[in-house]
């Protein structure tokens, strides 16, 4: 075992709990095999976090709280298991996965509620590539240009290059978005669910935007549990968690490569 803080080579020291101690012989550090690991300076057994961040993808952290007495009768407070999802979703954010995206992008808008805008209305704007991989969340107060405008961005800088073709419902928004932050070489096009037929090149594509309208009819029911978010800052974050959470871990209706959270964590 190496030292975390001087790389040296450490030895055995004893044990606490089911866990092996080691001690550097260089800086006198001691720490365990758990000290290295995401659970770190957690009292509860691995097992009960990771159920318990499982759970609280679905449903309430108070539901979850509810599901482990009942499943492993183990009984942490909803405020911990809201603590280790947020914990988890930095984990997440800071994962080195591929970035590789398709050059047919979708993108779509979607009502949310997040306290201190006027009504309480915010929009969760989301882009998607047409091998369901989801490149960005964004939510914005208002449904207009610069919401439109950001949420592109992002995705660009996440993809790290511009898509040849981006689709998206009818508002207006996009098109000037679309230029502004692609440039002239991506081709806009709007469609819904009706299937809009285009040459492009020599290639003939059948465009329509169904693949994000039905992503987000599942959003709704992940979003249903929290009945509107506080701020929206909080709104970014969650929503960004899930988009980590659909992309590597979710299974899906079309086969795809997933990660346990076993793996993750
Ligand atoms: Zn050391």
Redesign the pocket.
């Known amino acids: 075992m190496h030292?975390p803080?001087?790389n040296?080579i450490?030895i055995k020291n004893g044990r606490y709990k089911d866990f092996q101690k080691f001690k550097?012989k260089?800086?006198s550090?001691q720490f365990s095999e758990r000290s290295l690991s995401f659970f770190h300076r957690h009292r509860y057994p691995e097992e009960i976090i990771r159920n318990s961040i499982l759970f609280c993808m679905f449903v309430s952290t108070r539901i979850s709280k509810f599901m482990l007495q009942e499943t492993l009768q183990f009984k942490p407070s909803h405020v911990s298991i809201y603590r280790w999802t947020l914990k988890f979703a930095n984990h997440l954010a800071n994962l080195k996965r591929s970035r590789s995206f398709s050059n047919i992008w979708h993108v779509d808008e979607k009502f949310i509620r997040v306290r201190g805008s006027k009504d309480d209305f915010a929009y969760l704007w989301v882009v998607i590539d047409d091998k369901n991989n989801m490149i960005t969340a964004h939510v914005s107060l208002k449904r207009d240009i610069n919401g439109a405008v950001a949420a592109l961005t992002k995705a660009n800088k996440i993809a790290e290059k511009p898509p040849d073709i981006l689709i998206s419902d009818g508002l207006q928004a996009y098109k000037k978005a679309c230029k502004k932050v692609f440039g002239r070489k991506t081709k806009h096009f709007q469609a819904h669910f009706k299937t809009v037929v285009k040459m492009i090149g020599n290639r003939l594509y059948f465009l329509s935007n169904n693949r994000i309208e039905s992503l987000n009819s599942k959003i709704n029911l992940w979003y249903k549990r929290f009945r509107g978010f506080k701020r929206l800052a909080t709104a970014n974050l969650w929503c960004e968690m899930w988009m980590h959470f659909y992309n590597l871990i979710r299974p899906r209706v079309i086969p795809h490569k997933t990660i346990s959270i076993h793996a993750i964590i």
């Open positions: 030292c803080q001087c040296k450490s550097c260089n800086c550090l």
